[in-house]
């Protein structure tokens, strides 16, 4: 295991209150998953950070919210969040934090980045719409009604298209950022 410096600290910190605060802010839309920056975060944290501190970083958002601090979507937290049809997509992104940071470590161009922030995403839908049909179908016991297909086709209308430019936006800050003198050594 890696020695974390006081500067590793304070990144880790810095962005992980970044994410909550940005976690706040939602917009419902129905199928128990609202709209955040969430996903812009966790791809651009793990990128900033690489993968060790980027996992931490994000690990420690889903350690804040599971121990009932309200930074998760809309403001909600604590360990009932575990039995949420969106606790997938926590799951999912302690997944790409890992594939992303170790991308980042490569300093990728802003195309190549972007591409696999995108293959980071669909790895998230599929953790996150897994999760979504194990609760619904095995915790919520809903007799079967509702299908993987019928999430897929949910989750994929709904958000996808949103989080694609989310992708895409958080390639180009990363870009910017990383070009930048002070974010270079980061």
Known sequence: MRTLTTKDLVYISVLTAMLCVASLVAIPVGIGIPITLQVFFWLLIPALLKAYRGFLSLALYVLIGLIGIPVFAGGTGGFQAVLSPSFGFLLGSLIIALYIGKVAQKRPSLLTMILHMIVAILILYTIGILYQYFIFNVIAESGGST?????????????LPLDILKA???????????????FKNI
């Open 147 to 159: 299908t993987l297909i019928s999430l897929i086709i949910a989750n994929v209308s709904s958000f």
């Open 168 to 182: 895409i936006l958080a390639g180009i800050v990363y870009d910017r950022l990383i070009r930048h003198t002070r």
